[in-house]
């Protein structure tokens, strides 16, 4: 059962603003570790950052309005084999659980100027 759906586009050169203006601070408040150590493993980390954001965007409009959300619960991780995924945990994991979400389906693409990134959220049901 489908339990919701998001989709969110972020204009790449946004990020790289932001990382330059703010920082380690802005950074530390959207990001996880792990999608920080990923990113920056790249030639062009704003890149892989920008298509995280939006996927964590794209999430919380799959959840839909009044679920508050601290955007470091959600991880968007990248497989071997290419494949992205998302896990949550803290608040967002326990609501997960309440609403009976099994799964986060995620597809992510960038190119140059835009990252964009869709949401499918799996309900038990």
Known sequence: MIYGVGIDIVKTQRMKEAMERWGERFLGRVFTESEL???RARKQ???SLSVRFAAKEALIKALGKGTPV?????EVKSHESGRPSISVKGDLGAFFARESIS???VSLSHEQDYGVACV???GRG
Request: charged share 20%; net charge negative; with cysteine.
């Open 37 to 39: 150590a990923y990113s």
């Open 45 to 47: 980390p704003h890149l």
């Open 70 to 74: 601290r955007l470091t619960d959600i």
């Open 103 to 105: 799964c986060a389906h």
């Open 120 to 122: 499918v959220l799996e």
